[in-house]
């Protein structure tokens, strides 16, 4: 059973920053190391959307809106993938949700709230 874990979220001034976490501590080192890891958002009243995502081999991906604002990475030895979130802006608020993307299935965690203020 793999548990996707988020944390980091909050509340932040705008031009502040956060680091998300998203763990999977009871996920098989293999299965991890060869999933896709994404990081997804879900404001009020919107469809949830793609933030940027992260390849078993390192490659990333990133949403216009916050290319050169968030860097994705992951730590397989944790089981954890982060995104650092710099330069906020309040139309980065919402719900934060971790995706892990493996052959074994498709797993959410809960979400992390982040608000950002003006």
């Known amino acids: 059973q793999v548990h996707v874990l988020e944390s980091g979220g909050g509340l932040v001034q705008a031009g502040g920053s956060l680091r998300l976490s998203c763990k999977t501590p009871?996920?098989?080192?293999?299965?991890?190391?060869?999933?896709?890891i994404g990081w997804y958002r879900q404001a009020p009243g919107e469809e949830r959307e793609l933030v940027a995502n992260?390849?078993?081999?390192?490659?990333?991906q990133y949403a216009d809106s916050v290319k050169d604002r968030f860097t994705i990475s992951r730590d397989n030895v944790k089981r954890t993938v982060y995104l650092q979130m710099n330069s906020l802006k309040p139309e980065d608020t919402g719900v934060y949700y971790c995706?892990?993307?493996?052959?074994?299935?498709?797993?959410w965690g809960q979400g992390t709230q982040v608000t950002v203020s003006s």
């Open positions: 995706n892990l993307h493996s052959t074994s299935g498709n797993y």
């Open positions: 009871r996920t098989i080192l293999s299965v991890f190391t060869s999933s896709t």
């Open positions: 992260i390849g078993y081999g390192g490659s990333t």
